[in-house]
């Protein structure tokens, strides 16, 4: 776990725009990205030569969705600690967090296959070794929480884990994966891969100076599962949650629905509701407002802004709002 020097992110992010400019001819000067621009030269020393403003961290409003594989350096998002030893480690779009135990490293959820190298680059620019993480925890099996994780499995010999109830669904391989996302689009192919420790609920994974706790919140599929974690951040503790499934979307698309999804989402919300939990974490960094959060830490907010137990009040509050309109919605146009 040696610390890799600070600019091998300016190299990769300048090495990718280099790459972009190449493949772009002049005339297709309105599809560059100048995100992609400033960070590499805000992260050198022609930032102030050129005094460009500072890079916008949270850039997902920017890129567009056909834009994903196509240029899948535009997802690059910065990696950081949240907590003592809880860390970011995902892209503009899809999360993954790093939990660093004296017993073992353990990664939530991998992003697409095509945005591997952005991962295993966020997690050595923390000064960590991808080859050392033990287990691979998911929050469900959709290909944009599992896409990479046959590879990071290659890379270092990790177990992977997932609730008991989305394993047969993950091995079928179907469009319920995700990989057929929308009308006339395919995603990409999904790498296949063993789990090897699947998950119940109240299941504990030791890491020796910290615990995760395993909790089945089923809804957006059968398996769903969450994660706690105490965590430390200037000495104060906090309990961390990740909500594995806040996506309405299996409501909206057949091919995601499972038959006792709306119950079993009430159920999850009661759940969630009766837990005493003041840092969130998101299964997609805009649940939460990850990047945004930490923008506001680098600008030296304190407390931490990932310490936000009225925003996970609001979070719950909506969801069940925006939820019981969906499930009305969906019972009218069934009595039509
Ligand atoms: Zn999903």
């Known amino acids: 776990m040696k610390q890799l020097p600070q600019h091998l992110t300016f190299l990769v992010v300048a090495f990718v725009a280099g790459l972009h400019t190449t493949a772009c001819p002049a005339q297709n000067d309105e599809n560059s990205d100048p995100a992609v621009a400033q960070s590499s030269a805000a992260s050198g020393d022609a930032a102030s030569a050129l005094d460009l403003p500072p890079i916008k961290i949270d850039r997902r409003a920017t890129i567009k969705r056909e834009d994903w594989f196509v240029r899948p350096w535009i997802m690059h998002a910065p990696a950081f600690a949240i907590a003592d030893n809880l860390y970011y480690v995902g892209n503009q779009w899809f999360a ?11 990664l939530i959820d991998t992003p697409h296959k095509e945005h591997t190298y952005l991962l295993l680059e966020s997690i050595r620019s923390l000064g960590f070794d991808p080859a050392d993480i033990t287990l691979i ?8 929480h599992t896409g990479a994780t046959r590879r990071l499995k290659e890379i270092s010999g990790a177990v992977a884990g997932m609730g008991a109830a989305d394993i047969a669904n993950l091995q079928k391989n179907s469009s319920t994966t995700f990989t057929h996302n929308r009308e006339n689009e395919t995603m990409p192919y999904f790498e296949m891969f063993e789990v090897e420790r699947p998950l119940e609920h109240g299941d504990i994974i030791d890491l020796g100076n910290m615990a995760i706790h395993c909790h ?54 009661d759940y969630l509701e009766a837990q005493d939990i003041d840092l969130w974490l998101g299964a997609h960094p805009f649940v939460n407002g990850t990047l945004g959060k930490y923008e506001k830490v680098l600008q030296g907010i304190k407390p931490s802004p990932f310490i936000d137990r009225a925003g996970w009040k609001r979070f719950l509050l909506v969801k069940r709002r925006d939820f019981e309109k969906l499930v009305a919605q969906k019972r009218g146009e069934a009595n039509k």
């Open 96 to 106: 993954s967090h790093l939990i660093v135990g004296e017993k073992g490293i353990v």
């Open 137 to 144: 925890l998911h929050t469900h099996y959709h290909i944009d």
């Open 216 to 269: 089945h919140t089923p809804g957006h599929t059968a398996g769903t599962m969450s994660y706690s974690l105490e965590v430390t951040i200037d000495g104060e503790q906090h309990n961390a949650f990740l909500f594995g499934g806040p996506g309405l979307n299996f409501l909206k698309l057949d091919r995601l629905y499972h038959e006792g999804a709306e119950e079993e989402f009430t159920a999850t919300l």
